[in-house]
């Protein structure tokens, strides 16, 4: 089983003291930071963009994972990469040939995700994973933190790990939307590695007990 990763999304984090909160999550044992980059197309909602991600990064150890809520990501792939992250991850949806993308993506260097909406099924992934480093399965409609979770989603995990595995791949499974600190458990089961937490952390007073809770969770 691969180790659990956190990444907190911090689109619920306060931001009007965002570097404290980044350090609070750090301290806290998170391992990435998950930036939301929404364009108010693709979903109904803007977030922030370059240089937001860019100053934040200057404060922080933790690895960057930037989850592209973005019509077009194409167009902007180049300046997202300018930051290196460790992680980036676009829609299925907003792209009509991916493995440019994810070609694009990992010559860079970096590590190439695609995400999937709660309608969108999991086996059009399949002749992609060999070239992904992650699967971000989404288990609300992408656009707003605080949503509750989808439980139908859980299948597509299921479905995505049994693929993986029989595939003999090194794919991690990332998870996304209305996840907390007393409903981790089926999602974990089912073969999810990465975690993307916002109100699941930032709405609670402890950020490390939801985050270790998580991450020394044993079945
Ligand atoms: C939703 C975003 C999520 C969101 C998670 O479109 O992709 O990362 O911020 O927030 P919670 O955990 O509150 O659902
Ligand atoms: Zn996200």
Redesign the pocket.
Known sequence: MKKIQISP?I??ADFAHLAEEIKSIEEAGADYI?F?V?DNHF?P?LTFGFKFIKDLQRVTNLKTDI?L?IENPADSLERFLEMKPDLITFHYETVSRPEELIDTIKKAGFGAGISIKPSTGASLLEPLLSKLDSVLI?L????????K?IKEALFKIQELKILIDIKKLNVSIQV????KKDNFEPILESGADNF?????IF?EDDYASVIQKIKSYKY
Do not use: K, T
């Open positions: 999304s689109l619920a998950h939301d929404m979903v909602n989850h809520m989404m609300v409609e992408p656009g707003f933190s605080g949503q979770m996304d939307g209305g996840i993307v937490l916002g109100s699941g709405a």
